[in-house]
């Protein structure tokens, strides 16, 4: 593996795994306490439309995917707010018109042959140079307005009404952990793919919510957490020959297990 480290797309990869990781941790802990589980789950299949639109229009990929992942993220928050009784049923057609859409205008695209695979199961040892600048970006976001609105958002998640009667803009801030949570769902899209990018979210924020007793200090382990499976993943795909999205969730779904056993008999 070591000497792998000299091609430069598995630094790229390493890289990518721990920025991904990071942000994955974070937000994942919002998603878990906030109950969003679903709706990250229709979000990342609404974001294959925004791929298929950027394969069609020749523009970036996490450019299209991100217009589209946000503009679900917007119009789910105004359902949830609005008519969370209708909740399961608009994002399950968001989720199946986008997957549908996707796939249309990928077949649409003339002389490109899609890698289905890499959008379903990622593609890290495909990330360049921009996608490090993207994903860089988004992790200073996340923790640029963590910092600056913790109190406001660990109120918000924990409980609305109160933080609600204390004058804190709960709409905005619900939107803001949505829209938050789409753009990381679509940097997890590359590392590990459309169809683990929930398992992702949600492995190692179960871990460290048992290990934790403040949503900082989950944030701080499930980022620790994401990023050991993610190269301990990295290393089996490189070491066997497999996948690497898949790698990585087969890791934290093992490391998973070994915990949930190791607390059992505890």
Do not use: C
């Amino acid at each position: 593996m070591f000497e792998a480290l000299s091609f430069p797309f598995i630094q790229n990869a390493l890289i990518a795994g721990i920025l991904v990781s990071l942000a994955s941790g974070i937000i994942g802990s919002l998603i878990v306490v906030n109950r969003m589980v679903f709706l990250a789950g229709g979000i990342a299949h609404t974001a294959y439309g925004g791929i298929g639109v950027a394969v069609f229009l020749g523009i970036p990929i996490f450019l299209g995917a991100s217009i589209f992942a946000i503009a679900a993220a917007l119009i789910i928050s105004v359902i949830t707010l609005k008519h969370r009784e209708r909740m399961d049923t608009f994002i399950g057609l968001m989720w199946a018109i986008g997957m549908a859409l996707g796939v249309v205008l990928i077949d649409l695209t003339p002389g490109y042959n899609a890698d289905f695979m890499s959008y379903l199961f990622g593609s890290i040892l495909a990330v360049s140079q921009n996608d490090l600048y993207f994903m860089g970006g988004l992790l200073a976001v996340i923790v640029l307005i963590l910092t600056f609105w913790y109190r406001e958002v660990l109120a918000v998640s924990y409980d609305s009404e109160y933080a609600n009667l204390r004058g804190i803009n709960v709409r905005f801030f619900y939107t803001l952990i949505l829209v938050l949570s789409a753009l990381t769902v679509v940097v997890a899209i590359k590392v590990v793919g459309l169809i683990l990018v929930i398992a992702l979210l949600t492995i190692p924020v179960y871990i460290a919510e048992k290990m934790s007793n403040t949503l900082y200090m989950m944030m701080i382990l499930s980022g620790i957490f994401s990023s050991i499976f993610t190269l301990a993943g990295l290393w089996f795909s490189y070491e066997y020959d497999i996948a690497s999205g898949a790698s990585i969730i087969l890791i934290s779904a093992v490391s998973l297990f070994v915990f949930l056993t190791f607390n059992r008999f505890r």
